[in-house]
């Protein structure tokens, strides 16, 4: 029998602040170090070895977000019991071994798809991965669900380290496209080797009761949905690579993804620091439906304020960014990057809600939103492929993930018992930032002249600083209440697992 949801304690909000600045401290560091390899990276490799390796993780991706069968989100929503971990991890062990095999099987296949037979042999060794990416399923989902941020900070920077420097010293070496591939492996068994090290977790030799009909039922009666969300989002959120690399090729491919690299790793990587805070923050405060709104309202704040500010930054400097950081070699994604910085912050607008479908037990709501979506994405975006190329894709992405953050909020504001002037309020912060930092970025951008390098740092100063000052005239209160937010999350005490 479930036990009863507790109402959530006085300090949900500080450990929710508390989380965040963990993750935010792993973003700071793994974010950063990723951008760091990409840029070495992009000096040591070519734009068709960037897309080669993007054509072998096109289908590994998708499925690496199903090797859970969502039961370790299930893990963060029930309350904590040793038969729920031992099944669960049961199913994430059985499900990463047959993704494995089906990927190894599929290898052929895969690249006869792409036309490309070099894309065979990575495609298996980056299958056999997803056995290992399973296996730290239930840790991690533990760790999460006790808001050992700390301890999630650990294990992600460990990916991060290990990926970056294999991959460096490899491509040093000329190792081509396969030091991508083997980075990411190494990194992928750091990462489960760290979270299990980090976790009180141990499953024991219990598995001859690990999964009862009962409780297999309860598992997946609830992660069943959620992984079928996330496999339908990592559809929606990389089918562009899908349809790039098998229409235009593996250098138009390569172009695209570092593109892509920038807003991911400096824009929508944050939504994925807030989000895992949100998830069980959300699903603690489900039992006290005003804690909930507040929750959910400052969250929107907060995701659309940074998201929306930094997507539209990015996109004033784009011309500026690509020669500069990465190089002339890589002078096509200047325009496909402006889209998607405006992409990123469409998604900031509609960051927020799959949070409250899981956290209050309705996830199937995240899979009705991400179906339709899907069925608009995915012709659009063939359409634009073969018309105006990576540039058309990448505005279709922007339009696109622009209606539907409009759609997603007012289902999740209608959920929690929000309105429109709610909503309204919560992103005029957003708002703000972000057209004082389109003023002050544009007169740099279209009105200043000299080298590239001397421009990309003035529009940087000239758009923070305007955005800052319109943002002090139309809403300071946002100011005040993020100090306070900081002043609450240094307070408070340590979480444990």
């Known amino acids: 029998m479930t036990a009863p949801v507790p109402s959530a304690p006085a300090g949900l909000s500080r450990l929710a602040v508390r989380g965040v600045l963990w993750q935010a401290l792993s973003f700071a560091f793994g974010r950063g170090l990723t951008l760091v390899a990409t840029i070495v990276l992009a000096r040591l490799l070519t734009p068709a070895e960037f897309g080669l390796v993007g054509l072998a993780l096109v289908f590994v991706t998708f499925a690496e977000y199903v090797t859970d069968l969502g039961v370790a989100q299930a893990l963060v929503y029930f309350e904590r019991d040793e038969r729920l971990q031992d099944g669960a991890l049961v199913l994430c062990a059985a499900t990463g071994a047959v993704l494995a095999g089906a990927g190894l099987l599929a290898a052929p296949s895969v690249a006869a798809f792409f036309g490309t037979a070099e894309v065979e042999p990575m495609f298996r060794v980056l299958s056999a991965a997803l056995l290992v990416s399973a296996l730290r399923q239930v840790p991690v989902a533990l760790l999460r669900r006790a808001l050992a941020f700390r301890r999630v900070l650990l294990t992600e920077l460990s990916r991060t380290v290990v990926q970056g420097v294999v991959s460096i010293a490899l491509a040093a070496t000329g190792a081509g496209a396969w030091a991508i591939v083997w980075g990411y492996v190494a990194g992928g068994a750091a990462c489960t080797v760290a979270a299990w090290v980090l976790c009180d977790y141990r499953p024991g030799f219990r598995f001859a009761r690990a999964l009862t009909p009962p409780l297999t039922r309860r598992l997946l009666g609830y992660g069943g949905p959620a992984a ?130 899981k956290g209050i037990g309705r996830p199937e709501l995240g899979v009705a939103v991400a179906l339709v979506r899907l069925a608009l994405l995915v012709p659009a975006l063939l359409l634009a492929a073969s018309h105006g190329g990576i540039d058309a894709v990448a505005w279709t992405q922007a339009a696109l993930a622009l209606a539907f953050a409009a759609g997603m909020q007012s289902v999740a504001a209608r959920i929690v018992g929000l309105g429109t002037a709610d909503l309204g309020r919560a992103v005029r912060p957003a708002l703000a930032l972000a057209g004082g930092i389109g003023v002050g970025a544009g007169a740099v951008r279209w009105g200043l002249t000299g080298p590239e390098g001397l421009r990309l740092v003035a529009a940087v100063v000239a758009g923070a600083a305007a955005g800052l000052v319109v943002l002090w005239r139309v809403d300071a209160d946002f100011l005040h209440e993020s100090r306070a937010l900081l002043a609450a999350g240094r307070g408070g005490s340590a979480v444990a697992t």
């Open 228 to 357: 079928g969300q996330a496999l339908l989002a990592a559809l929606i959120f990389d089918v562009d690579y899908l349809i790039v690399g098998s229409v235009l090729g593996a250098e138009a491919l390569g172009v695209y993804t570092l593109a892509f690299r920038l807003p991911q790793v400096a824009i929508i990587g944050v939504f994925a620091v807030l989000s895992s805070v949100a998830f069980p923050m959300f699903s603690r405060a489900r039992a006290d439906p005003a804690r909930l709104r507040r929750g959910y309202l400052t969250s929107v704040r907060l995701q659309c304020a940074y998201g929306v500010a930094a997507g539209v930054g990015l996109f004033m400097v784009s011309p500026m960014v690509v020669p500069v950081v990465f190089g002339p070699q890589w002078a096509a994604a200047a325009v496909p990057l402006e889209a998607l910085a405006l992409y990123a912050a469409a998604r900031a607008l509609g960051a927020g809600a799959i949070d409250v479908y």
